[in-house]
């Protein structure tokens, strides 16, 4: 079972140095894990005992495309109504806990590795039982959804542990990914998987290309390539890569490297 992770808040002592990671340049931007604390968190109208880290936002010299939250959710807490837009599209990976997902009417037991794709337009719910002992903590990334005549996404639930990891070509399984969309699905406009290294792998060139990428380190460390600095990463880091942003990593053991990666896909690009 993978462990992933889940921030806890709380404040550094007053003894603690300052020093961090946290870095904002144009081409990136690094959240690490130890600036997620109780101040920066905010509260989400129509959600009850909850509190929620945002990551990513569309803000000039940021993010565009999407917007990305941790979200953790006390005992008894929820939201009948979490989101407000119609014609916003999300998808939920659950990290710590577990909640009650009610979708179209049907209901979801989610715990960690839960992963549920919320079409834009969907009915859904969503609950941590008052009965539970913890609080329940998730991923939330959400898009305005780009239409396609004759295509249209539906939502789904599912486990990262109930779908197979595909390894990229010529990596020796040292380099997968695991796909919650079929890829040449053109009704989805953006893809949230889980990617994969195993110690030692690696991405051996500088990705360079149209998608725009939020990449949330769920376990594991590596040093990444970002733009033209190479960064450490671990567990509780989070990532924002512009367009056209160089990118490369290296995984750095003992254990596997796995991040949850959000990317705009399968549209053409608008110029009018």
């Known amino acids: 079972m993978a462990n992933y992770y889940s921030p806890d808040g709380g404040l550094p002592p007053q003894t603690a140095l300052l020093t961090d990671r946290a870095v904002v340049k ?25 509190r929620s880290w945002i990551l990513a936002k569309p803000i000039l010299g940021f993010a565009t495309t999407f917007s ?15 989101e407000a837009e119609a014609g916003v599209e999300g998808v939920i990976f659950v990290t710590r806990g577990a909640v009650m997902l009610t979708l179209d009417g049907e209901d979801h037991a989610m715990e960690a590795g839960g992963y549920a794709y919320l079409a834009a337009g969907s009915d859904w719910s969503l609950k941590n039982s008052a009965a539970h002992t913890e609080a329940a903590t998730f991923q939330w990334i959400r898009k305005a959804y780009e239409p396609l005549a004759g295509y249209r996404a539906t939502s789904f639930v599912t486990r990262d542990q109930d779908v197979t990891p595909r390894a990229m070509p010529g990596t020796d399984d040292t380099w997968a990914t695991t796909r919650f969309v079929d890829p040449d699905d053109l009704a989805h406009d953006m893809h949230v998987n889980i990617v994969t290294f195993q110690p030692g792998g690696t991405i ?24 033209d600095d190479w960064v450490e990463v671990e567990a509780g880091d989070f990532m924002w890569l512009r367009a056209f942003c160089p990118q490369a990593c290296y995984a750095g053991g003992p254990g596997a490297f796995r991040y949850l990666l959000y990317k705009d896909v399968n549209r053409q690009i608008r110029l009018t």
């Open 68 to 82: 990305q939250l941790i979200v953790e959710v006390s005992p008894g807490g929820g939201s009948s109504h979490p």
């Open 204 to 227: 051996p060139f500088a990705e360079t290309h149209v998608m725009e990428h939020g990449l949330f380190v769920l376990e594991g460390k590596a040093v990444y390539r970002l733009n």
């Open 26 to 50: 144009e081409a990136y931007t690094v959240i690490p894990k130890g600036v997620l604390r109780d101040i920066v968190t905010s509260n989400l109208p129509g959600w009850d005992k909850t």
